[in-house]
Structure formats: structure tokens, C-alpha cells
């Protein structure tokens, strides 16, 4: 195997455990029930979910720093 595909793969791993704990985490902080399938889906498609994330907070600070040039 390669030893890039190997990183991500681990870098998968450890975010998918990160996202499904932290989600099961924040269902006991706000009150809300446990619910372990909707944190399954919430750590299986992170990356998606993170993609989107940075492209719209490119997408916004390019619009401000077209709007402060006058642009």
C-alpha cells in the first residue's frame, strides 16, 4: 500500500472517531437524545461536509475582499 492512501486512510479513521464521538457528545450537552445513527452518518461523510465548509469560507472572504477593494 502507499504510503500516501495509508496517511488519509488513518487521517479518515481518526476523523471519523473524532466526529462520531463528538456528536454523541453534543447530544448529551444540549439536552437532546442520544443518537447514535445520526452521528454514524455525521462521521462517514466529514469530508464532504468539511469541503464545503472551506469553499464557502473562501467563497465569503474572496466577496469581502472584493467588496473592500471596490470591486
Known amino acids: ?3 500516501i492512501y495509508l496517511a488519509v486512510l488513518v487521517v479518515y479513521v481518526f476523523g471519523f472517531a473524532g466526529m462520531y464521538f ?10 437532546l437524545e442520544r443518537n447514535p445513527r445520526e452521528a454514524f ?3 462517514l461523510f ?5 469541503a464545503i465548509l472551506v469553499l464557502h469560507i473562501l467563497v465569503e472572504n474572496i466577496i469581502f475582499c472584493m467588496r473592500r477593494r471596490g470591486g
Open 1 to 3: 500500500m502507499n504510503p
Open 22 to 31: 463528538y456528536s454523541l457528545k453534543r447530544d448529551v450537552v444540549c439536552g
Open 41 to 43: 452518518m455525521l462521521a
Open 46 to 50: 466529514w469530508p464532504p461536509l468539511l
